[in-house]
């Protein structure tokens, strides 16, 4: 399975991006979806999660700004990132967890995109 990362780019603070994690392969199901970030020097922390019942947990410096999405149909995530500083600076991962066909459930991760904030 792969799992395909878009949207990231140079944006000014308090501008937006839309981020995009599309998953490909012989999937039979996805569980919890994830966005990660990390920022050079740090650590790589959850920003947002959304069960596949759609329930969303966010990071306390993300609460109100960013929304988490999921297309299951599509099998794809999107982080809706708004209100943007310059500490959103990283780089994106999207994780999801997967069963393949025939296959116990894994977790995956995207290959990251980058997001810098700055005037």
């Known amino acids: 399975v792969q799992l395909q990362a878009s949207g990231g780019g140079l944006v000014q603070p308090g501008g937006s991006l839309r981020l995009s994690c599309a998953a490909a392969?012989?999937?039979?199901?996805?569980?919890?979806v994830a966005w990660y970030r990390q920022a050079p020097g740090k650590q790589r922390e959850l920003v947002a999660a959304?069960?596949?019942?759609?329930?969303?947990t966010y990071a306390d410096s993300v609460k109100g700004r960013f929304t988490i999405s999921r297309d299951n149909a599509k099998n794809t995530v999107y982080l809706q990132m708004n209100s943007l500083k310059p500490e959103d600076t990283a780089v994106y991962y999207c994780n999801a967890l997967i069963q393949l066909i025939g296959r116990e459930t894994r977790s995956y991760w995207g290959q990251g995109t980058q997001v810098t904030v700055s005037s």
């Open positions: 392969g012989s999937i039979f199901s996805i569980g919890t």
């Open positions: 959304a069960s596949s019942e759609g329930r969303a």
